[in-house]
């Protein structure tokens, strides 16, 4: 493999988005990683200049390749190695809240479940 390109999996574990290789392929397998805005598969070789989008806890970080590297490396050339564009996440005001249950209360009644599923979007 040239240096001017690295694969997908292999990049997003040598930035430190994923602890282990084998949770970016899986990632990529399960479809939370796009380049240029396309699914992609783990052996997919990344450029300087590609956008990538990775699905983590539910939430988008977008991410542009500056430089192409396959083997892990400190943080301050993973700061170089990377630019994240990823929005800042919403307010914690803004995250509607789900109302908890007092402990030893016991099982919601039929009346609080519905109320329960009307809250969660059910």
């Excluded at 050339?77 to 109302?99: C, F, K, S, Y």
């Amino acid at each position: 493999m040239t240096d001017a390109s690295a694969r997908v999996d292999a990049w997003l574990w040598a930035v430190r988005i994923y602890k282990t290789r084998s949770a970016a392929t899986t990632a990529c397998r399960a479809g939370h990683v796009r380049v240029n805005g396309e699914r992609v598969k783990a052996a997919q070789p990344v450029r300087p200049g590609d956008e990538i989008r990775v699905r983590i806890a539910g939430f988008d970080r977008q991410l542009v390749v500056r430089t192409p590297i396959s083997k892990r490396v400190g943080a301050a050339v993973v700061a170089t190695a990377m630019e994240d564009r990823t929005p800042p996440p919403p307010p914690r005001e803004e995250v509607a809240a789900v109302p908890v249950r007092d402990r030893g209360t016991g099982r919601p009644t039929k009346r609080e479940r519905r109320d329960i599923d009307k809250l969660r979007g059910y």
